[in-house]
């Protein structure tokens, strides 16, 4: 006589993991048929007994199921999403533009202004502040004789400018020489400035690069005090961000790669440039912010807070075992296992060890007694 039989990894052993938090769904059935299943090792013993295969579920579960294949190739972890297109800074947070300058706006820039090195950013009491690339902001005047990171800075930025004739100026000194004050009279005569030679507090703005204005605090007429943010910015790339559940954050890596669906149904190449380490919580859930470079940025055209669809690919395993996720039963004893359909018509419960997910096709990678080619029960659809 035939019987049905339950492998397991033995009495108490503690089932893998399949979640993160987006399996817990998909495995609510399992939950139910783990209820039964105290009584599957008494059931199993006969349950099949040799007949041909039930249309019914196992057990006494009275969901339709049908037959697929156990597959073997290659499986790719992939992770589907729902993410913004959108200009951002690295790290995630805007630039704030401080005023160091003292007077009366007299120009301001317009929201979706971009900006780069050496231009004149807004004026106070028509004097122009510039902007220039940094990440020591202006906290004294810069006079010959000078030295420091910021001095570094703006020697940095007089060479990119082209205001170093014949070389003089060595971009990387931290020192104000004379070359450092011919070059800054090159500038501010390039800006209409009187030819002081030396750098008001308030004349410049070190941001990290070219930068595109989003909001402005500032009002146009108004006393112009220093110390005061006037408006925000980011940089002029756009990235797609995803809130990502705390929870998968390890199955993300910078480098992974990404299929950018946009609004209109097209799909473009991206990669994961980095993962934010500070978690946002709302209620019961915590996120990180993932952010993806598109590899083709014109493919997005002008789009800015765009909502897309991203499916990222974490790893890739060759020459695998491959079942449907809905296949998976859960065991009493722990652990799971798949129904296989015996080429006579039996049916037999194995047991497997879970691998790598495919969320994305909805199969999993896993190993045990089971070949390529035999039949497995599913739930129907």
């Not at 039989?5 to 495995?27: M, N, Q």
């Not at 003089?168 to 209409?192: I, V």
């Amino acid at each position: 006589m035939n019987s049905a039989t339950i492998l397991s990894d033995g009495p108490g052993t503690p089932a893998p993991d399949p979640s993160p938090k987006r399996r817990r769904r998909r495995f609510a059935g399992l939950v139910a048929i783990g209820l039964v299943a105290a009584a599957v090792a008494v059931w199993a013993a006969g349950a099949f007994n040799g007949h041909p295969a039930r249309t019914q579920g196992v057990s006494d579960n009275n969901d339709p199921v049908s037959i697929a294949t156990v597959t073997k190739g290659t499986l790719s972890s992939q992770l589907t999403a729902n993410g913004t297109l959108q200009y951002t800074t690295p790290g995630g947070s805007d630039y704030s533009v401080v005023n160091q300058e003292s007077g009366t706006f007299s120009k301001l820039p317009s929201a979706g202004a971009v900006f780069s090195r050496g231009q004149v950013l807004y004026r106070v009491s028509n004097s122009p502040v510039i902007l220039l690339y940094g990440d020591t902001p202006v906290y004294r005047s810069l006079s010959e004789g000078d030295r420091g990171p910021d001095v570094r800075e703006l020697n940095e930025n007089l060479v990119a400018l082209g205001h170093s004739d014949y070389g003089y100026l060595a971009a990387d000194s931290d020192y104000f020489s004379s070359a450092t004050k011919y070059a800054l009279e090159q500038l501010q005569d390039a800006l209409g400035e009187t030819e002081t030679g030396t750098l008001a507090e308030g004349q410049a703005v070190f941001l990290p690069g070219q930068i595109r204005v989003t909001t402005i605090s500032a009002t146009l007429g108004t006393n112009a005090g220093p110390g005061a943010a006037i408006m925000q910015a980011t940089s002029t790339n756009r990235q797609v961000v995803v809130d990502l559940d705390a929870s998968e954050q390890s199955e993300v890596r910078a480098g992974d790669h990404v299929q950018i669906t946009l609004p209109d149904g097209q799909a473009t190449p991206g990669v994961v440039s980095s993962i934010g380490t500070v978690a946002s919580t709302s209620g019961n859930s915590s996120t990180l912010p993932v952010y993806i470079t598109l590899t083709h940025p014109k493919a997005a055209g002008t789009l800015d807070q765009a909502p897309v669809t991203v499916q990222i690919t974490s790893a890739q395993i060759k020459n695998t075992l491959i079942v449907p996720i809905d296949a998976l039963l859960a065991l009493s004893g722990g652990g799971y296992a798949v129904e296989t359909v015996q080429a006579n018509g039996v049916h037999q419960l194995v047991a497997v060890t879970l691998g790598t997910f495919d969320d994305a096709a909805g199969n999993v990678q896993v190993t045990g007694e089971l070949s390529a080619g035999q039949r497995i029960v599913v739930p129907s659809v």
